[in-house]
């Protein structure tokens, strides 16, 4: 198999009952036939499953499904995905190990580069991604890792992967992309030199806002020890939490398409709005690394930002005027979504941080979701109109 459809809905894990559709494998644990064979499990001498908070089918059957999709090697299934932007940092660094990363990341991710990893004696370095040609001067002798998202949440900033995947084989660093937003149907970091891939599985795989999860990919040397990590830390995912997930990856093809559609026909109606300082979208003529985005994305992905006029309090009007789009701080639903980041999301950053990343006191950010797009624009209008 070597399409992206066909492998996403035909690899599954086999039982013998022969089943059509993958069973849930709701076990903590897994009985042995003999002394010998658990023996030979736990040394890595032979392949089965021990343990779910090793690894069970369901999560098996994710990995080998997201693997082919990103044309990784390997990889392993967490509990969120902040526990995969943990676990890919913390399994792969040291005390006295430095970060260099793109400024424009989740809150999250912010809070532990600049919070958590500090007291283990990890530091960070920020690069801005309008100055990325100038970043050899931000590395330092003990820089291991080079950590990017793109494109970035929420601002929709896009990094060259193929000068970070350049950049990081010049200096010997590990190259780690979020690659939540685009998900693998539509970017694939590892063919331009990433050396893991992270998801939020939580957002487009599961792609209908009922679990969390996340994932780690990458090569099978450098995943040994995010395995070993993950392993003796626990951030496992669950059984069910797995099939969801690996059921989603089924139809993520196809719901990525109708997320593009209509997000390209949202951004397209409001560019130009008077009541509007900007419109984003990575596919948008007028975004300034579009050419960037049409050169590494399949297409320009399901959100856009809208930035009224008027600040947070306008942003808030609008907000309470929806009627139709959900209000929440999920993303990459089949249902349209609005979050005002500068009040959520990434409300522990400064002002002058957020600004730093592009989100302004009045950026929305808007997940596209399935619905007909023309419901969609009749939504965002009239709460445009009602909150002046």
């Known amino acids: 198999m070597s399409h992206f459809e066909t492998d996403s809905i035909r690899i599954q894990q086999r039982s013998n009952q022969k089943e059509h559709s993958s069973p849930i494998y709701l076990s903590s644990s897994f ?20 343990y779910s908070r090793y690894a069970n089918p369901n999560s098996s059957d994710l990995i080998e499904k997201v693997c082919a999709a990103e044309g990784t090697e390997d990889g392993i299934a967490t509990a969120s995905g902040m526990a995969a932007m943990f676990g890919s940092i913390a399994a792969l660094l040291q005390q006295g ?7 424009s990341l989740f809150g999250s991710t912010h809070q532990l580069l600049t919070r958590v990893f500090p007291k283990w004696g990890i530091s960070s370095t920020y690069g801005d991604i309008s100055d990325y040609l100038n970043w ?23 990094i060259d992967l193929e000068w970070a995947g350049k950049f990081a084989a010049a200096h010997n660093l590990i ?39 996340g994932l780690i990919l990458g090569s099978k040397e450098l995943m040994k020890e995010v395995h070993f ?17 690996a059921k989603s990856m089924e139809t993520l093809a196809v719901r ?28 948008l003529a007028s975004h300034p690394q579009h050419d960037l985005a049409v050169k590494q994305m399949k297409a320009g992905g399901g959100i856009i930002t809208l930035t009224l006029k008027g600040g947070v309090a306008r942003a808030q009007r609008f907000i309470d005027q929806l ?20 009040s959520t999301t990434h409300s522990k950053l400064s002002a002058e941080e957020r600004a730093r990343v592009g989100i302004a006191d009045g950026l929305i950010r808007l997940s596209v979701g399935l619905e007909h797009y023309e419901d969609i624009l009749k939504d965002v209008e009239r709460a445009i109109e009602m909150s002046k």
């Open 31 to 50: 009985t042995f036939d003999s002394a010998e064979e658990a023996r030979a499990m736990f040394a890595d001498e032979i392949p089965g499953n021990i």
């Open 97 to 103: 190990d430095h970060v260099l990363a793109s400024r």
């Open 136 to 158: 050899e001067k931000l590395v330092q002798p003990n820089t291991k890792m080079l950590f990017i998202e793109t494109p970035s949440n929420p601002g929709l900033e896009i």
């Open 175 to 213: 190259l780690v992309v979020d690659n939540c937003f685009a998900t693998p149907y539509l970017q694939q970091p590892a063919k331009w030199g990433a050396h893991i891939v992270t998801h939020s599985a939580t957002k487009y795989i599961d792609g209908q806002g009922r679990v969390l999860g």
């Open 229 to 245: 990590f993950a392993r003796h830390t626990g951030p496992s995912i669950s059984p069910f939490n797995a099939w969801i997930l």
């Open 256 to 283: 990525m398409d109708r997320h593009c559609e209509n997000a390209m026909k949202v951004a397209s109606y409001f560019e130009g709005n008077p009541e509007l300082e900007a419109v984003k979208y990575p596919f």
């Open 323 to 342: 009627q139709m789009i959900s209000v929440t701080a999920n993303l990459g639903d089949s249902r349209s979504i609005i979050t005002h980041p500068a």
